[in-house]
Structures are given as structure tokens and as C-alpha cells.
């Protein structure tokens, strides 16, 4: 239900409680409850005992007429405040809220303080009736615990719950509640409804009001227990599990007892603020479409873990433990919730999936647990525990550009695929080429299934570019090299001359293109320039001694992938063996230091990225081999 409606129920029974209540008991018994109030005129007596026996027998017009008869032919008498407020009760039961709004101002002021009282008590519960709360909580409020009468407390505290609620003060509405909920002078089946109001009420509340009713309501009590329930439900959600950890130790202290999903949440909250220094995860594609990409990925980590081939690993080595996402997003956040929660993970290694790497970022953010993430998305490090290994689309562009523009290059053009990776590439470009000072002079596009470029290619050539940037993956390449020769485009190296009649050019490929398949054609691909966050073939220094390492050890050749994992494994072991034992710690020790690293990152930066965003390869000969002392390489 509707806070709205749960309010509009509650202004429904004030209305019932002021009809079926007003009055109580002989008009000698009204007086009664105003005892220095007297009259020593018995026609006086009898005509105000006569108004209140009608309201009492539910005549409800001859109440109202008598009452002002009364005032009428009685303005004078020491009575009339008490004529006042029976008045106005009487029209406030019949629905009359403006009118007897005005009568019960009048009694308010009063001189004596008992009547002044009664005046003020019914004249908040009518301004909540009139739909003015903010004026009924000023009224009311200071009454609280005054009142004598059970029917009359009742009817204080479900008045300013109402209003209460109605202009969202939780915590003033659970506290009204509370009180009816735990007074003795209530029957049981009133105490259980003022119950059923709080859990309903904490259950619809956001957790703003959660963390304020929490703090602010009485401890102990039964309103304080179910919000301590919510608060403790809402942090684990949010993975504030620090703040899961203080409510328990407060309800315990209190010895309130726990339902066993709390005890629970407690047990896991626990496993996942004390993080194990030697448990690693890692969420790979074990299954589905890029399963290779997770064979990959989980061989890097075996490498980097030390993990035998055979046997059992030493008591001491670190330990991987690896989930499958099959390429699911859920599946890769669920991941994150489990390897924190359940097996204590120091630090999370992967996706490889963009959308799940975000979502898994945003859930790794929440439960304080670095995630090394191995996709290339530059918006997945918005999550302040996020680190990418992976060189995003405008950082491999950026090295290819500020090494074409070494070379002398200031005329570009692109020739891409017309799909979403061309063009997400070609977008980076133009605004990297823009920040070089270069200038675009052409951009086409073909189909991603095109065999041919004649026309594309004639329109890049009439621009006389000096570096052409191809975005696309290498048994494209091979068919597009020899059609940029054909136009008169030649790729040479640095200071190399094209054929007679020709234009030196610089072909410049991001790492989708790095394939051992352009070797075989390599005489149109001299001199170009191929961004890479690892390859095999010309790995250098730690990248090599990795590649030996991996190809001995599974027979063949490591992939990005591998590289990346074994990179993240290591870094991750490095803070800890520098004696980082938090994941806190852990993710300032990554941040911003150089490391050695097989592939080209060098370690991250200080806004979690690569160090450096690529190493750049050139075709020499039938090979390729790192462009040496190139800026940005």
C-alpha cells in the first residue's frame, strides 16, 4: 500500500473515534474533567447536561442546536468554554472540521489551563482532519505523554502518526506508533494494529528515513528493532557491509534477537568485510561463445599463481578462484557478490565482457573489492574500485596518432567498416587527430562484408593523405593493403620512398588488426603501425620471459588475454606481498605507481588506467617487431 493511502485510512478512523467518542459519560462527568470550572445557575447546568445527553444518544443536530442555544442564552457563564468544546466536538464528529475548527481555537485560549488544554489537544486533531498537518504536529506534539485518558492518548498518538506521515517525518510517525504499540492501556488487538502500521511504514520507506529513524527513535523498542532490521537489509544491498556489522553488534548488545535471514546477512557481512589476503577471484567466460577468451584468461592465472600441473599447490600458494559467467552480465555481478561475500576475494580479476564488466564494476564499487577488469570500455573505471587493464579505443588511437605525427604526418583520413567498433573508432580518431593538430582530409566507409574498395579507396587517394587509419581486423587488412597500392597509397617505414608515381603513406591499425596473416602479404604493409596491449611474437623484457614461460608450459602461443590476467594476478600479489592486507590497501597500492608487466601497461595510473596505453608494432621485413623510440609507444 501507498504511504498516501495508509494516511488517508488513518484520517478515516480518527474520524470514526471522534464520532463513536464524543462525548464520553453524564454531562456531570464532563465536568468533572475540569474541576475548578462551576456555575451557580442550575438552568445553566441543566441546559448543557441536556446538550451533551443528546450527542451521547447520537442526535447529533439536536446536540449542535442545544449547544448553541446554550451559548446564546448563556454567554456569560462560567460554562460556556465547556459548551465551546462540546460543540466543537460534536461538529467535528459530524464531518464540520472548518466550523469546529473555529470553536476549539476559541477554548484553546481559555483561562483555565485543563480546558485550554482539551481546547489545543482538538483543535491539532482537527487541523489534521482540515488537511493542514504541519499546524496539527505543532499543536499536538507538546502533548505527548499529558494526556490521562486511554481513549483520548489513542486518539493523540494515530493523530500525529497521520500527520506525521503525511509530511514524511517517519520517524515522528513510527514514534507515535511505538507508543501505541507498547502501551499498557491498549487492548491487544489495537497494540497488534499499531504494530502492523510501523512494519508497513519501515517497509515503504526509503533508506534516507531508514537511517534516520535509526538513529533517532528510542533503542530497544519495537519500532527501533524493525528499522534496525530494514537498515541492516538496505546496507547489505547497497554493500555498506562496515555499517551491516555495527547495527548487528548494537542488536546484540541489546540482546534483540535475530530473524535467520538477519543472521545470515550478519555471517556474510562479516566474510565480506575481513577480506583473506590470499584469496584472488576471477570471473571468466568459462562457457559459451568466447569460452577461448576464458581458456585464456585461466591459464594467465595459473601461470601467475604458480598452480602446478600436476599435484596439489604448496599450503602457502595464493589461491584463484575462479567463477564462469558465460558471457552473462548477471551472472558476472552475482560473481562479485560471491566471491566477496562467501570466499573473502582481496581483489576480483575480469569480465571480459563489456556489460558485464559495468555492472560488475558498479557491484564491486559497492562492496569495496578491487575489480581488474579486462575489457576495453573506458567508462567501466566511473566505479571508483574499477581498474582497466585493457587500452580503451582513444588511448590505442592516441598512440597510433602522436606516432604517425613523429614521423611527419599531418594529413589523415580514415577508411573503416560501417559498423558499431569502425565507428567508435573513427569517432576517437577524428578528436585525437584534432588534439595533434592535424588534419582530417577524407573519411570513408564499406560495408563490413565488402571483398572490394575501389571507390572508397580513389576518394581517400584524391586527399593526398600522409597516414591512413584502418580500424578493422586483419583478413580485412589483407585485402584492403594491396587495394591502397593499386590506388597509388604505399606503406613505407620512416624515411622509405614509394614506387615511382606513388604517395608514401603510414598505415595505422589498432590491435584488431594485429595478424600473423598480413606477414604473408607484407611487402604492402611496410612501415605501418599497430597498436597492442600484448603480442607474442615481439614481446620484449617480462613480456618475454611470460611468453617462454606460457608456451612451455601449454604449447602454444599467449594471447592478450593471458598476458592481461597474469599482469592483474601479479599486481594484485605485489600489493599484498608489499604488506597490503585490506582491500582498501590494496587498491592505493595499484593506483598510479610503475609495475612490471608482461603486456604494455606498465602498471595503472592514477585514474585507473594503463600506464601506458599500448605497445605500437611495425612491420620490418616479414615480422613484426616494436617500433622503437616512437613518443607514445
Known amino acids: 500500500m501507498k504511504p498516501h493511502s495508509r494516511a488517508g485510512l488513518f484520517t478515516a478512523a480518527l474520524a470514526v473515534a471522534i464520532f463513536t467518542g464524543c462525548p464520553r459519560g453524564s454531562g456531570q462527568q ?14 445553566a447546568e441543566r441546559a448543557l447536561t441536556a446538550a451533551t445527553e443528546a450527542a451521547e444518544a447520537g442526535r ?46 476559541e477554548v484553546s485560549g481559555a483561562s483555565d489551563p485543563a480546558i485550554a488544554e482539551a481546547g489545543q489537544f482538538y483543535e491539532g486533531v482537527a487541523l489534521h ?26 486518539l493523540l498518538l494515530r493523530t500525529l502518526a497521520a500527520a506525521a506521515q503525511r509530511t514524511g517525518r517517519t520517524t515522528a510517525a513510527l514514534d507515535a506508533l511505538d507508543r501505541l504499540a507498547e502501551s499498557a492501556d491498549l487492548a491487544e488487538p489495537d497494540r497488534a494494529e499499531a504494530r502492523r502500521q510501523i512494519r508497513a511504514m519501515v517497509a515503504g520507506a526509503d533508506a534516507e528515513a531508514i537511517d534516520r529513524a535509526y538513529e533517532e527513535l528510542t533503542r530497544g523498542r519495537f519500532a527501533w528493532q524493525e528499522v534496525a532490521a530494514r537498515a ?29 535471514e538477519l543472521a545470515e546477512l550478519a555471517v556474510r557481512a562479516d566474510r565480506t568485510v575481513r577480506a583473506d589476503p590470499r584469496v584472488i577471484g576471477a570471473i571468466a567466460p568459462m562457457t559459451g561463445r568466447a569460452r577461448q577468451v576464458g581458456q585464456a584468461i585461466s591459464r594467465g592465472l595459473m601461470l601467475a599463481a604458480g598452480v602446478p600441473a600436476d599435484g596439489p599447490p604448496r599450503p602457502d600458494a595464493p589461491q584463484i578462484v575462479l567463477r564462469d559467467d558465460g558471457g552473462d552480465p548477471a551472472r558476472a555481478a552475482a560473481a562479485v557478490e560471491e566471491l ?34 579486462l575489457v576495453p570500455d573506458p567508462n567501466v573505471t566511473e566505479s571508483t574500485m574499477a581498474f582497466r587493464l585493457m587500452p580503451a579505443p582513444r588511448e590505442e588511437v592516441g598512440a597510433l596518432v602522436r606516432a604517425a605525427r613523429a614521423r611527419g604526418a599531418t594529413r589523415f583520413a580514415i577508411l573503416r567498416p560501417d559498423h558499431p567498433y569502425g565507428r567508435t573508432m573513427a569517432e576517437a580518431f577524428v578528436a585525437v587527430v584534432q588534439e595533434a593538430g592535424g588534419t582530417l582530409v577524407a573519411s570513408e566507409s564499406y560495408a563490413p562484408s565488402a571483398t572490394a574498395f575501389g571507390d572508397e579507396i580513389r576518394r581517400v587517394a584524391a586527399a593526398t593523405p600522409d597516414a591512413v587509419f584502418v580500424p578493422d581486423a586483419g583478413r580485412q587488412l589483407n585485402l584492403i593493403g594491396p587495394a591502397l597500392a593499386a590506388a597509388g597509397l604505399h606503406s613505407v617505414p620512416a624515411g622509405g620512398a614509394p614506387p615511382r608515381g606513388g604517395r608514401a603513406i603510414t598505415l595505422l591499425a589498432p590491435s584488431v588488426g594485429v595478424d600473423a596473416r598480413i606477414l604473408a602479404a607484407s611487402r604492402y604493409f611496410q612501415g605501418a603501425l599497430f597498436a597492442t596491449a600484448f603480442h607474442a611474437v615481439a614481446a620484449d623484457g617480462d613480456g618475454r620471459a611470460f611468453t617462454e614461460a606460457y608456451q612451455a608450459r601449454f604449447g602454444a602461443a599467449p594471447d592478450a588475454y593471458a598476458a592481461l590476467a597474469y599482469d592483474a594476478f601479479r599486481l594484485v600479489r605485489g600489493a599484498v606481498e608489499a604488506g597490503r592486507t585490506t582491500r582498501r590497501e590494496v587498491a592505493e597500492w595499484l593506483t598510479g605507481a610503475e609495475r612490471p608487466t608482461a603486456g604494455a601497461s606498465g602498471g595503472l595510473s592514477a585514474q585507473r588506467a594503463p600506464r601506458r596505453a599500448a605497445r605500437l608494432l611495425e612491420v620490418r621485413g616479414g615480422a613484426f617487431v616494436p617500433a622503437d623510440a616512437v613518443p607514445g609507444s
Not at 446536540?63 to 460543540?87: K, N, T, Y
Not at 482540515?130 to 489513542?154: C, F, I, Q
Not at 562496515?242 to 535467520?260: F, G, H, K, W
Open 30 to 43: 464532563e465536568l468533572d474533567r475540569f474541576p475548578s470550572i462551576t456555575t451557580a445557575d442550575p438552568d
Open 60 to 105: 447529533t443536530e439536536e446536540a449542535i442546536d442545544r449547544h448553541r442555544r446554550f451559548l446564546a442564552e448563556h454567554p456569560s457563564d462560567p460554562l460556556v468554554p465547556v459548551a465551546q468544546l462540546g460543540l466543537g466536538r460534536v461538529l467535528l464528529a459530524a464531518g464540520r472540521v472548518e466550523e469546529a475548527l473555529e470553536r476549539f481555537t
Open 129 to 154: 482532519l482540515a488537511g493542514r498537518h504541519e499546524a496539527a504536529l505543532a499543536r499536538l506534539t507538546p502533548l505527548v505523554d499529558r494526556t490521562t485518558d486511554p481513549a483520548r492518548t489513542s
Open 232 to 260: 541492516i537489509r538496505l546496507a547489505f544491498d547497497a554493500g555498506n557491509m562496515a555499517r551491516v556489522a555495527a547495527i548487528v553488534e548494537e542488536l546484540r548488545a541489546r540482546d534483540v534477537p535475530m530473524s535467520e
Open 340 to 373: 566477496v561475500s562467501e570466499h573473502r576475494a582481496i581483489a576480483i580479476i575480469g569480465p571480459a565482457e563489456g556489460r558485464g564488466a559495468r555492472l560488475a564494476a558498479r557491484r564491486a564499487q559497492d562492496l569495496g573489492v578491487p575489480l581488474l577488469v
